[in-house]
Nanobody
Framework: QVQLVESGGGLVQAGDSLRLSCATS????????MGWFRQTPGKEREFVAA????????YLADSVKGRFTISRDIAKNTVYLQMNSLKPEDTAGYYC????????????????????????WGQGTQVTVSS
């Protein structure tokens, strides 16, 4: 089973940038890749960004498009989430996930959610953005 370890969270001010890392013990075999989700207390976990391992195809949530980018370093088995122009509403626990289920992507944006459960998660890293 693939293990995922997130790092890079912290407390920043609005407008700042932060880069999260997710180190994986192995590669994902899902054609829909691996990615990042976030969750605040009392709310469902929501998709943020994902990348396919082989081709590096990326797709994002509409709410972060233009501010966040996702990338991967195959040699280091690591996926990164670069977050720019952070807003207080970006405050959340950020979780890395792998083996993402099938989904529909239009113009680089996930549409309609994943067509199945996400079963492989990291332990999460907290991002807090102060106003």
């Amino acid at each position: 089973q693939v293990q995922l370890v997130e790092s890079g969270g912290g407390l920043v001010q609005a407008g700042d940038s932060l880069r999260l890392s997710c180190a994986t013990s192995g590669r994902t075999f899902s054609p829909y890749g691996m990615g990042w989700f976030r969750q605040t207390p009392g709310k469902e976990r929501e998709f943020v960004a994902a990348i396919t391992w082989s081709g590096g195809f990326t797709y994002l949530a509409d709410s972060v498009k233009g501010r966040f980018t996702i990338s991967r370093d195959i040699a280091k088995n690591t996926v990164y989430l670069q977050m720019n122009s952070l807003k207080p509403e970006d405050t959340a626990g950020y979780y890395c996930a792998t083996d993402l289920p099938a989904c529909t992507v239009v113009a680089g944006v996930l549409v309609g959610g994943f067509r199945g459960p996400v079963s492989s998660w990291g332990q999460g890293t907290q991002v807090t953005v102060s106003s």
